[in-house]
């Protein structure tokens, strides 16, 4: 495993392109562009103000930079470094900014979500939807890029408007039996629209492309409902992370429940293998303690750790949450399968230190993979079954089947790895700390020697 050095970024924001061949990161108000072999500078750009959001065309010809303060979006092109493109939404504001599958359409949301403005690169025709709902995920693409689903709100009630993207004419428009839409995701395989309702209502519903509802789903009422809710790749399973601590999976043929995965704080299940994280400062010989490691901030004082397989059953550590503050810290926040839809991750918000990765095939626990902080960010490698996390300080954990490793990154002065991105090969990851970013590469046998 080998690292790059490190760069400058701001806001955590730094995206490969979807061809995998560039590397685009903002500092304050310059966008940067790399090669992703050689690390290369290739294009620099000046906006207008600092970046708030920036995203990549499809065919990674375009990147777009939002500065959501001034209500401006900047596009640059890759090939004609010259060519550039501005939209002012002026006093109506701008909170968010997004590219159309084709990449060559901008749609933008105006302050109040009072509509979304969608803007031609091509013909600089504008078109305009009304209503758009203020809410967790209010808007989602089909994966082939055919239709939009929008959520929307108007007399007090909830609606789902179907867009297709080549003219953005109205395929369909419907009401939902929901309280207050929180958000709606498409199936991977574009058959299924799902939506479900604010945590107050255990609701979640499954309409097809023509607005017909194909089934409901409520697993329990009067208390805290969905907090999560994520597809696997291959559409055959829908995961639901609830309050109540529970990841409910239902089949993509009759939409019922056929299993459910429990959090347990004391583990005693003899099929799963519990990594707990242990973490141990290294011997310093006084000879070393010199005036440059010192102030080098070498990694000298940097605490070693490394995974080991525990014997059952184990506790693990649970935190409280205080019952009078908004967005209790409890229940299934982040669900993900892994790539070939074999293996499901999730981390429940109150056993904040674990992960805990479940067998599709089986299921059933498979692993739980405890650490001495509480996880930030934890993301499957896009072409294999391999599992990146990290924790907030200088190292990357990877798990795979075959186990588990703790790799610290060896730059100077510590490097805390707050956020992670694959490149789409699953050859590298990106890590972002505070204000820089580094790279990792991988070996490819990594998961067969871990």
């Given at each position: 495993?080998?690292?790059?050095?490190?760069?400058?970024?701001?806001?955590?924001?730094?995206?490969?392109?979807?061809?995998?061949?560039?590397?685009?990161?903002?500092?304050?108000?310059?966008?940067?562009?790399?090669?992703?072999?050689?690390?290369?500078?290739?294009?620099?750009?000046?906006?207008l103000?600092?970046?708030?959001?920036?995203?990549?065309?499809?065919?990674?010809?375009f990147?777009?930079?939002?500065?959501?303060?001034?209500?401006?979006?900047?596009?640059?092109?890759?090939?004609?470094?010259?060519?550039?493109?501005?939209?002012?939404?002026?006093?109506?504001?701008?909170?968010?900014?997004?590219?159309?599958?084709?990449?060559?359409?901008?749609?933008?949301?105006?302050?109040?979500?009072?509509?979304?403005?969608?803007?031609?690169?091509?013909?600089?025709?504008?078109?305009y939807?009304?209503?758009?709902?203020?809410?967790?995920?209010?808007?989602?693409?089909?994966?082939?890029?055919?239709?939009?689903?929008?959520?929307?709100?108007?007399?007090?009630?909830?609606?789902?408007?179907?867009?297709?993207?080549?003219?953005?004419?109205?395929?369909?428009?419907?009401?939902?039996?929901?309280?207050?839409?929180?958000?709606?995701?498409?199936?991977?395989n574009?058959?299924?629209?799902?939506?479900?309702?604010?945590?107050?209502?255990?609701?979640v519903?499954?309409?097809?492309?023509?607005?017909?509802?194909?089934?409901?789903?409520?697993?329990?009422e009067?208390s805290?409902?969905?907090?999560?809710?994520?597809?696997?790749?291959?559409?055959?399973?829908?995961?639901?992370?609830?309050?109540?601590?529970?990841v409910?999976?239902?089949?993509?043929?009759?939409?019922?429940?056929?299993?459910?995965?429990?959090?347990?704080?004391?583990?005693?299940?003899?099929k799963?293998?519990?990594?707990?994280?242990?973490?141990?400062?290294?011997?310093?010989?006084?000879?070393?303690?010199?005036?440059?490691?010192?102030?080098?901030?070498?990694?000298?004082?940097?605490?070693?750790?490394?995974?080991?397989?525990?014997?059952?059953?184990?506790?693990i550590?649970?935190?409280?949450?205080?019952?009078d503050?908004?967005?209790?810290?409890?229940?299934?926040?982040?669900?993900?399968?892994?790539?070939?839809?074999?293996?499901?991750?999730?981390?429940?918000?109150?056993?904040?230190?674990?992960?805990?990765?479940?067998?599709?095939?089986?299921?059933?626990?498979?692993?739980?993979?405890?650490?001495?902080?509480?996880?930030?960010?934890?993301?499957?490698?896009?072409?294999?079954?391999?599992?990146?996390?990290?924790?907030?300080?200088?190292?990357?954990?990877?798990?795979?089947?075959?186990?588990?490793?703790?790799?610290?990154?060896?730059?100077?002065?510590?490097?805390?790895?707050?956020?992670?991105?694959?490149?789409c090969?699953?050859?590298?990851?990106?890590?972002?700390?505070?204000?820089?970013?580094?790279?990792?590469?991988?070996?490819t046998?990594?998961?067969?020697?871990?």
């Amino acid at each position: 495993m080998n690292f790059s050095e490190v760069f400058k970024q701001s806001n955590q924001l730094c995206k490969v392109s979807p061809d995998g061949k560039y590397l685009a990161t903002c500092v304050q108000y310059r966008l940067v562009v790399r090669d992703v072999s050689s690390l290369q500078i290739l294009q620099l750009y000046t906006c207008l103000d600092q970046i708030s959001h920036m995203e990549w065309s499809s065919d990674s010809l375009f990147i777009l930079c939002a500065m959501y303060k001034r209500g401006l979006v900047q596009v640059w092109s890759l090939e004609q470094p010259d060519w550039h493109c501005k939209i002012d939404e002026g006093s109506i504001g701008l909170v968010s900014s997004r590219w159309s599958p084709d990449g060559r359409h901008i749609l933008n949301t105006t302050e109040f979500h009072l509509r979304i403005t969608v803007w031609s690169l091509c013909t600089k025709a504008v078109s305009y939807i009304k209503y758009p709902k203020a809410c967790q995920k209010g808007i989602d693409f089909s994966r082939d890029g055919c239709y939009l689903a929008l959520a929307e709100r108007r007399d007090c009630k909830d609606y789902v408007s179907i867009f297709v993207c080549d003219d953005w004419h109205l395929l369909r428009h419907f009401e939902t039996e929901t309280q207050d839409l929180a958000g709606l995701e498409w199936s991977p395989n574009g058959c299924v629209l799902a939506v479900w309702d604010s945590c107050l209502e255990y609701k979640v519903l499954l309409y097809s492309l023509d607005g017909r509802l194909l089934s409901t789903y409520s697993a329990y009422e009067w208390s805290l409902g969905v907090k999560s809710v994520s597809w696997s790749p291959s559409s055959q399973f829908l995961a639901i992370g609830s309050y109540d601590e529970k990841v409910r999976i239902l089949n993509h043929i009759t939409w019922k429940k056929i299993v459910q995965f429990e959090h347990p704080a004391a583990i005693d299940n003899t099929k799963a293998t519990v990594y707990k994280e242990v973490e141990r400062r290294p011997a310093v010989v006084s000879e070393e303690l010199s005036l440059h490691n010192i102030t080098m901030g070498s990694t000298l004082f940097n605490t070693q750790s490394k995974y080991e397989i525990c014997s059952l059953p184990v506790q693990i550590p649970v935190v409280k949450p205080d019952p009078d503050r908004a967005n209790p810290k409890i229940g299934v926040s982040v669900l993900t399968f892994s790539s070939d839809s074999r293996y499901l991750a999730t981390k429940n918000d109150n056993m904040a230190t674990a992960v805990w990765v479940w067998d599709m095939q089986k299921m059933s626990l498979e692993a739980v993979l405890e650490h001495t902080s509480a996880v930030r960010c934890f993301l499957w490698d896009p072409r294999r079954p391999r599992l990146a996390l990290c924790t907030g300080n200088s190292k990357l954990y990877l798990w795979s089947p075959g186990g588990c490793v703790s790799v610290q990154v060896p730059v100077e002065g510590g490097f805390q790895v707050q956020s992670l991105n694959w490149h789409c090969s699953g050859d590298s990851v990106i890590l972002l700390g505070k204000e820089q970013l580094c790279l990792c590469y991988m070996d490819t046998d990594q998961e067969e020697n871990s």
